[in-house]
Structure formats: structure tokens, C-alpha cells
């Protein structure tokens, strides 16, 4: 069973590309941010059918 994506999550495109912030949703659609190699902040509306959760990251302490 897949996770339903919500504001706060982090996706990327099936396709692949850059890591994106869920903004909002909005009948079915994705308002995401994310920024590029120089900082600058880019925005996108995306379907929900175009993007996949990027697995967390999972730190572990060097002891």
C-alpha cells in the first residue's frame, strides 16, 4: 500500500530529477518548491500521478 503524499513531503519525479517540498495539494495537484545548485528557489504544479516519495534518509551515529 503506498503512503498518501501530503504538504511537508519530500518527492521527486518519476522520471527522475531534484528532490521536491509538497507545498499543498490541491485537487489532485502538487504545489512544490525546491531549489537549484545556486539557491534559487523554483516552484511547480505537478499531478500527483507524476511524482513518487522520495525514501527518508535514515542518519545513524558514528560511535
Excluded: F, Q, Y
Excluded at 499543498?24 to 528557489?41: E, H, R
Excluded at 523554483?42 to 542518519?59: C, F, G, I, N, Q
Amino acid at each position: 500500500m503506498e503512503k498518501e503524499i501530503k504538504p511537508g513531503d519530500v518527492v521527486t519525479l518519476k522520471s527522475g530529477g531534484a528532490a521536491m517540498t509538497v507545498n499543498a495539494i490541491n485537487n489532485g495537484k502538487l504545489s512544490c518548491v525546491w531549489t537549484l545548485d545556486d539557491g534559487k528557489l523554483e516552484t511547480a504544479t505537478l499531478s500527483v500521478e507524476a511524482v513518487k516519495l522520495k525514501p527518508a534518509t535514515v542518519r545513524v551515529p558514528i560511535v
